[in-house]
């Protein structure tokens, strides 16, 4: 499905169209993979029920709730813990215009080291949605080894809906991962993409 960035407002303006929320909930680490090469940051995704990768989230009425309470009452359920999502976390919002009509609004969450270890425990502990919805919280390699492991080869799994571009713009906006990086992981990940076609 082919999405295009629209403005917040504008979304909320529209009429019969769905709105999606999901969040990249993230944190900074000292944390250093084989005590060598440094993290920087923890990133969430999940396992959903269907194999795809996405963000925690999910369908959300805004003539009922606002955006970011709508968003907050899925966390609840995927994660199974309370995790405020404020409206200065927007990020994003992009209208599709092929398929449903669907407006996927996308937010990211800054937190402590400690607050998203909880969350990932109360995901799997108390989280009603866990092993149905989802099978579980997984961390994104955000670092690139010999062979095109780590972010490559993770990019080159299969994402839900526009899941794929929502991480890797807020990755380069938050600069959790350099541009450079970014382009280099996608380059490999879309080698590594074809090659599995063959
Ligand atoms: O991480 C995501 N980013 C963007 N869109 C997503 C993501 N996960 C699911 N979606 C889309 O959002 C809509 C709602 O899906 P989801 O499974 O999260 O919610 P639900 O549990 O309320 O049905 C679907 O159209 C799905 O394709």
Redesign the pocket.
């Known amino acids: 499905m082919a999405y295009r960035e629209i403005a917040k407002e504008q979304a909320l303006s529209l009429v019969g169209h769905k709105h ?1 929320c ?1 969040v990249m909930l993230y944190a900074a680490t000292d944390a250093k993979l084989f005590g060598r090469i440094p993290l920087k940051h923890i990133v969430l995704m999940q396992m959903r029920f269907d194999g795809l990768l ?2 925690p ?3 959300v009425n805004p003539s009922k709730e606002s955006l970011e309470s709508g968003l907050s009452r899925e966390l609840r359920e995927e994660l199974g813990m309370a995790i405020d999502v404020s409206p200065e976390d927007h990020f994003s919002s992009s209208l599709s215009h092929s398929g449903p009509k ?1 407006v ?1 609004h996308f937010f990211t969450k800054k937190m402590t080291e400690a607050e998203l270890r909880e969350a990932e425990a109360a995901a799997v502990t108390k989280a009603t949605d866990h092993g149905l ?1 989802v099978m579980g919280m997984v961390r994104v390699p955000l670092f690139s080894m010999k062979n095109d492991g780590g972010f490559p080869s993770f990019l080159s799994h299969s994402f ?4 794929r571009s ?1 991480l890797l713009s807020a990755l380069r906006v938050l600069e959790l991962v350099s541009q450079e990086d970014v382009e280099a992981a996608v380059g490999k990940a879309d080698k590594i993409r074809q090659t599995k076609a063959q």
């Open positions: 999606a999901h996405g963000f989230g999910g369908l669907l996927a919805e839900i809906s526009n899941s929502q």
